[in-house]
């Protein structure tokens, strides 16, 4: 039982390319969440996704596309990189998603994405 | 102003401490959540709670809604517990979505 898996781990882009970044979890959860960890801000939500075919804005939106065509998969895109878009990207998933449940998030390791 | 603010930013003890890190909100809640992320990076939750307190080993959660405060306390504080703590609020409304601290780093010293 992995939990949640992200890959890569780590890339370094050049401004103007594209990749995607891939979050995987076998828990069955429903929800599934992407953020971004930058020095000195907590976790911000960039999309979200509550279920199988449905995706959410979150915080921070903007240069990122999300898929979510499987359960057990959450993609986030960069369609054209940009040197603001260097952090680390977490992507997270809950059996549900309101905290009243008791239901934690469940968080992946962590992708680490340099723009040059 | 933040949403959740949390205190102190930093934190340095000798082993054997007793530690408290304090989580101050300001929106109505749901529920709180304590995580713990270690220098490799990764984040792991270590409590979710709505009301009264919670231990688990050596830690201890405590949250007053009427407040909106939570404190995470660690007694007997040993260098593997060195990593950045953060609390997250679900705010209320049936929210899907956590509201994160800054998070507080923890230097344990043997």
């Known amino acids: 039982n992995a939990g949640v898996t992200q890959t890569p781990k780590f890339r370094v882009l050049k401004t103007g390319q594209s990749m995607t970044l891939l979050c995987a979890q076998d828990?069955?959860?429903?929800?599934m969440y992407w953020y971004r960890q930058d020095p000195g801000m907590g976790l911000r939500l960039i999309h979200y996704s509550v279920g199988e075919g449905t995706t959410a804005k979150g915080e921070v939106p903007d240069g990122y596309n999300v898929s979510r065509l499987k359960k057990q998969n959450f993609l986030l895109g960069l369609e054209s990189a940009a040197p603001s878009q260097t952090s680390v990207y977490f992507c997270?998933?809950?059996?549900?998603?309101?905290?009243?449940?008791?239901?934690?998030?469940?968080f992946g390791d962590g992708t680490r994405l340099s723009i040059l | 102003k933040n949403e959740v603010e949390q205190s102190p930013q930093n934190l340095t003890a000798q082993e054997g401490e007793f530690i408290t890190i304090n989580c101050s909100y300001s929106?109505?809640?749901?529920?709180l959540h304590w995580l713990q992320q270690h220098p490799g990076g990764g984040i792991v939750s270590l409590f979710m709670?709505?009301?009264g307190k919670k231990k688990h080993g050596r830690l201890i959660a405590t949250i007053n809604i009427q407040e909106k405060h939570s404190s995470l306390h660690i007694t007997a504080s040993h260098p593997r517990d060195s990593a950045v703590y953060i609390c997250a609020v679900y705010s209320q409304g049936g929210s899907e979505k956590l509201v994160f601290g800054k998070g507080t780093k923890l230097t344990v010293n043997p």
């Open positions: 997270a998933s809950s059996l549900i998603g309101q905290g009243a449940s008791g239901q934690p998030q469940h």
């Open positions: 828990m069955n959860h429903e929800y």
């Open positions: 709670l709505s009301s």
């Open positions: 929106v109505g809640i749901s529920a």
